[in-house]
């Protein structure tokens, strides 16, 4: 439900979006489409979001890949984790739809800064 809310907010904002299932689906479509930022939920199935976040950064292809870290996971920790694993922005649900395509179109100027 909340991935495809998300998915219609960025379509709708002119972005073509690739949904995974899963975090290990998620490594697989960030190898095989290379996209121009990931959008991650701290809680998937199969692998959390940290980890997913992790791998794409230990690897060389994908280590400067702007990735951003939506979750229900509001606390410090869960905060602090997302960026120490390499989150290029941590972002809390509920976000508008404003909100999410600025950050989104934030990342894709300016993937260092966002």
Do not use: W
């Not at 909340?2 to 002119?14: D, E, P, S, Y």
């Not at 690897?59 to 694993?85: C, F, H, R, W």
């Amino acid at each position: 439900m909340a991935r495809t809310l998300l998915r219609l907010m960025l379509v709708r904002a002119g972005f073509n979006v690739s949904e995974a299932s899963n975090g290990r689906d998620a490594l697989v479509k960030v190898k095989k489409n290379r996209p121009d930022v990931v959008l991650l939920d701290v809680m998937m199935p199969d692998m959390d979001g940290f980890t997913v976040c992790a791998t794409i950064r230990g690897q060389e292809d994908t280590a400067e890949l702007p990735i951003i870290m939506l979750s229900a996971k509001t606390d410090l920790d869960s905060i602090n984790k997302g960026l120490q694993v390499g989150a290029t922005k941590y972002l809390t649900k509920p976000i508008s739809p404003e909100d999410l395509t600025q950050h989104v179109r934030d990342a894709l100027e300016n993937p260092l800064a966002a």
